[in-house]
C-alpha cells in the first residue's frame, strides 16, 4: 500500500478501531427517560453523559465497578452510548442450558434472593429465608411467617 493511501485511510482506520470499547461504570444516574452514566475507558478516558440502552420492559441499576460495551456511533467518542452492562462480581453461575435467572447483589452470599426459571419446568423464587418453588404438579411455600391478606 502506497504511503499516501495509506495517510489518507488513517482517518477513517482510526475511527472504526474507536466504534467499540471495554468500559467501566463509575456513575450511574436513574433520574432521566434514559439511565445516564459515566464510564472508564481504554488508558484512563472518562465519558460522562453517555445514555445506556436497556432493553424494552427491563430495567437495573448497576453499581460502579460493572462493566459494559461502549458504543462510539459513527467512531465519533463524543457520542457513544453504552448498549450492555454485566457485573462478574455478583452475576449467578452453574445455570444449565436454557435456564434465566434475575438476582441482584444481595445474591452474592448463596442462592438467597433471586428469580431462577430452571429446567423442567421449574420457577424458584427466593429471599432470604423464604421461597416460593412452582412446578407442574404444584407450589411449596417455606417461610417463617405467611401472611395472606384480601384485597
Do not use: C, W
Not at 4 to 22: D, I, T, Y
Not at 68 to 73: E, V
Amino acid at each position: 500500500m502506497s504511503r499516501e493511501f495509506a495517510k489518507l485511510l488513517a482517518p477513517l482506520s482510526r475511527r472504526l478501531r474507536l466504534m467499540a470499547s471495554r468500559a467501566v461504570l463509575s456513575l450511574i444516574s436513574d433520574a432521566t427517560g434514559m439511565q445516564i452514566v459515566q464510564v472508564k475507558l481504554l488508558n484512563g478516558e472518562v465519558r460522562d453523559g453517555i445514555e445506556r440502552v436497556q432493553n424494552y420492559g427491563f430495567t437495573s441499576v448497576p453499581l460502579p465497578g460493572a462493566e459494559a460495551i461502549f458504543l462510539s456511533l459513527g467512531g465519533d467518542r463524543d457520542h457513544g452510548i453504552v448498549i450492555t452492562a454485566d457485573d462478574r462480581r455478583y452475576r449467578i453461575k452453574g445455570l444449565q442450558g436454557g435456564e434465566v435467572a434475575i438476582y441482584t447483589d444481595e445474591d452474592k452470599a448463596g442462592a438467597d434472593h433471586r428469580i431462577h426459571f430452571k429446567r423442567g419446568k421449574e420457577i424458584h423464587l427466593v429471599a432470604g429465608a423464604s421461597s416460593i418453588v412452582m412446578t407442574p404438579t404444584g407450589i411449596t411455600i417455606t417461610t417463617p411467617n405467611l401472611d395472606i391478606v384480601k384485597a
